[in-house]
Each structure stands twice: as structure tokens, then as C-alpha cells.
């Protein structure tokens, strides 16, 4: 069992900056594509972006290109999302996700082994 914990969320004016941290409780972290998703209210839960463990390979979806950035520290078994230039149809609960593959893969919400409980970013206009 890997427990995923998420911290950094909060409320932010548009145009602002925030940098979300996912803590992994697990020896095998680098061999684990991680990413972060989102849900907004009455929304399906989206994928955001992602890294993969064996080559670092990036992901994003369209809207957040340019703006976030994700990386993973394996020393420290965490992950991170800074995101920049937020605006207000970014906010949505973020939720910290593990995908344990033999290679790198772009997580979707079918093929997670692993959640974090979430943290809300909120952003105002």
C-alpha cells in the first residue's frame, strides 16, 4: 500500500502562482509514474500532467502547457506542480496519483494504483 499525501493548495488571485508537494510512502517510488489530476465541482476528474519513473518523459494537457511544470525529487519520494499564470477555471480539487508500469506511461484515471486524499487550489478572478 502507498500512501500519497498532498500539501501547498490554497487561494490565489488569477495570474498568481502556486507549487503543489506529493509525499510517497514507498521504497520503490522511482519505479512509479506519478502525476496529478483534477476535479472540479460536478466535473469528471481530469488529468493534468505527469512524469514518468524510467526516462522523466513529461505530460501535460493542452491547457496547462506553459504554465505548469511537474517534477519528481526520488531522494525525497515527492513530487511537485508549480503552476503559474493560474486562472479561475483551475480551480478544482488536485489529486496526487501513483502508476506502477515497466516503463513510462501516461497515467489515466483507469490505470492509477494509488490516490492522494487531494488538496483545493482555488483561484479568484
Known amino acids: 500500500q502507498v500512501q500519497l499525501v498532498e500539501s501547498g493548495g490554497g487561494l490565489v488571485q488569477a495570474g498568481g502562482s502556486l507549487r503543489l508537494s506529493c509525499a510517497a510512502s514507498t521504497r520503490t517510488f522511482n519505479m512509479y509514474n506519478m502525476g496529478w489530476f483534477r476535479q472540479a465541482p460536478e466535473k469528471e476528474r481530469e488529468f493534468v500532467a505527469a512524469?514518468?519513473?524510467?526516462?522523466?518523459?513529461?505530460w501535460y494537457r493542452d491547457s496547462v502547457k506553459g504554465r505548469f511544470t511537474i517534477s519528481r525529487d526520488n531522494t525525497k519520494t515527492t513530487i511537485y506542480l508549480q503552476m503559474n499564470s493560474l486562472k479561475p477555471e483551475d480551480t478544482a480539487v488536485y489529486y496526487c496519483?501513483?502508476?506502477?508500469?515497466?516503463?513510462?506511461?501516461?497515467?489515466?484515471?483507469?490505470?492509477?494504483?494509488?490516490w492522494g486524499q487531494g488538496t483545493q487550489v482555488t483561484v479568484s478572478s
Open positions: 496519483a501513483a502508476d506502477r508500469r515497466i516503463s513510462d506511461v501516461r497515467p489515466s484515471t483507469t490505470t492509477v494504483d494509488y
Open positions: 512524469i514518468g519513473w524510467r526516462t522523466g518523459t513529461t
